[in-house]
């Protein structure tokens, strides 16, 4: 017999049982199988676009519908919020034109009024805000400049007299015109200086040459004059004179005459 035919006395016998331990063993040594879990869950078809295009359609269809049940309320909240008279009211093309004739009608009478009350003489405005005046004449302004007015600081004595510098407003006429003023001093003047208030008629209440070439006299002891400290024209530093440069005087005092108006505010 060929040797390789020739089995060893209990080899057969040991094959078997260790490959059926080590087999055991594996398997002893594998996790267990996961189970798969069952759901009833179907996926969800796909929609088409014929469905989305008809969703949208009866939801316009449903808006639509709610929006004319709606609209008899609307409208009387409408005229709730916007009364009859509003600028925003929808109007017709005829109430629209009566409506436009009315107001061009009154813008008229507004125009008209308004030349009547307007000096066609000249006069001269005063704003004591920005310090400016303005010369007009035959309704055109002419000439526009700086000046001064009151400073609205107060001053007190120790005998509770007191002054306020303030220019007043309102409309004014020129109650006279003078070349060469000469100022006479009044009781303020001298305490503000610090000096004794000498009597009404004393010399030392005149003072020449500070109130520049001319002067327009408005009543109350106010006047439109020159200043020696045209460096201050724009600012409220007055007593409540209204002070002006040497050119705008000039001007003014030869535009305006005696019951010309002044218009101050």
């Not at 005229?79 to 017709?92: D, K, M, V, Y």
């Not at 009566?98 to 006069?123: D, H, M, V, W």
């Amino acid at each position: 017999m060929d040797e390789t035919m020739i089995r060893q006395p209990g080899e057969d016998e040991n094959r078997p049982a260790q490959a059926a331990t080590t087999t055991a063993e594996n398997a002893s040594r594998e996790a267990p199988p996961v189970q798969p879990v069952k759901t009833d869950t179907k996926p969800a078809p796909p929609l088409s676009l014929g469905k989305v295009f008809l969703t949208g359609a009866l939801l316009g269809v449903l808006l639509a519908g709610l929006a004319l049940l709606a609209a008899p309320g609307l409208r009387e909240w409408k005229f709730a919020l916007l009364p009859p008279g509003s600028p925003r009211e929808t109007r017709n093309p005829a109430k629209f034109k009566q409506e436009f004739t009315r107001l061009n009608g009154s813008l008229a009478e507004l125009r008209r009024k308004n030349i009547r009350l307007t000096p066609f003489s000249p006069y001269l405005i005063v704003d004591t805000a920005d310090n400016k005046f303005f010369l007009f004449s035959k309704r055109k302004m002419i000439r526009e400049g700086m000046c001064s007015t009151g400073s609205y600081t107060m001053l007190k004595t120790a005998d509770n007299r007191q002054w306020v510098f303030k220019t007043p407003r309102g409309m004014f006429r020129i109650q006279g015109k003078i070349p060469s003023p000469v100022w006479r001093m009044p009781d303020w003047a001298f305490i503000e200086e610090g000096r004794p208030v000498p009597p009404p008629d004393s010399p030392e209440r005149y003072e020449s040459g500070v109130l520049g070439d001319y002067a327009l006299a408005l009543g109350g002891g106010y006047l439109i004059h020159g200043t020696l400290y045209q460096r201050y024209l724009g600012m409220p530093v007055t007593h409540g004179c209204v002070r002006l440069g040497d050119e705008d005087l000039e001007s003014i005092y030869r535009n305006l005459e005696i019951g010309s108006k002044v218009y101050i505010y």
